[in-house]
T-cell receptor, first 114, second 109 residues
Framework: DAGVTQSPTHLIKTRGQQVTLRCSPKSGHDTVSWYQQALGQGPQFIFQYYEEEERQRGNFPDRFSGHQFPNYSSELNVNALLLGDSALYLC?????????????FGPGTRLTVT | QQPVQSPQAVILREGEDAVINCSSSKALYSVHWYRQKHGEAPVFLMILLKGGEQKGHDKISASFNEKKQQSSLYLTASQLSYSGTYFCTSGGSNYKLTFGKGTLLTVNP
């Protein structure tokens, strides 16, 4: 049973560029959440997608947007990259439709903005 | 509001016990515990949904006092593999998890 997968593993971008990160949830899961984790900090909630809609959003600017596809996979897009966007981006999936709230994390995408 | 964890760091010898505490100034509807090893993703340990609920697997257990808005994680007879940063999260709506700053646990031989 495949767990949560994310791509790419690492990414280096320049300030002002745009980036797209991808996530495939664990089999049987219908909900995807995205988190940003800066070095030495706990993950910070960006937003969550369920039934292809953004259900809840954390304190992140509109430069951060996302999408969920009919197969439950998800993308995170960040526009106009800033140096402060450098972080580990984690995707977590859960089976909310099935009443299970525990979230399982993928390995993350390490984004470096130069 | 971010839950507050204590201690911030703890160093143990293999076989010793530890307790990590988590408290929130806002009502806790659920508490999730995760462990993250350096350079890896957080790994789900357990979720407590009801006040008074206690759970455990292996030698790691947790309790949840809903009235006091507190949870504690108990690690018994620690193993080297227990090393990592432990996070509690407040799941106010069960949708958005707010992570604490974490407790760095180091288990030495």
């Amino acid at each position: 049973d495949a767990g949560v997968t994310q791509s790419p593993t690492h990414l280096i971008k320049t300030r002002g560029q745009q980036v797209t990160l991808r996530c495939s949830p664990k089999s049987g899961h219908d909900t995807v959440s995205w988190y940003q984790q800066a070095l030495g900090q706990g993950p910070q909630f960006i937003f969550q997608y369920y039934e292809e809609e953004e259900r809840q959003r954390g304190n992140f600017p509109d430069r951060f947007s996302g999408h969920q596809f009919p197969n439950y996979s998800s993308e995170l897009n960040v526009n106009a990259l800033l140096l402060g966007d450098s972080a580990l981006y984690l995707c977590a999936s859960s089976d909310v439709g099935g009443g299970a709230y525990e979230q399982y994390f993928g390995p993350g995408t390490r984004l470096t903005v130069t | 509001q971010q839950p507050v964890q204590s201690p911030q760091a703890v160093i143990l010898r293999e076989g010793e016990d530890a307790v990590i505490n988590c408290s929130s100034s806002k009502a806790l509807y659920s508490v999730h515990w995760y462990r993250q090893k350096h350079g890896e993703a957080p790994v789900f340990l357990m979720i407590l949904l009801k006040g008074g609920e206690q759970k455990g697997h292996d030698k790691i257990s947790a309790s949840f006092n809903e009235k006091k808005q507190q949870s504690s994680l108990y690690l018994t007879a620690s193993q080297l593999s227990y090393s990592g940063t432990y996070f509690c999260t407040s799941g106010g709506s069960n949708y958005k998890l707010t992570f604490g700053k974490g407790t760095l646990l180091t288990v030495n031989p």
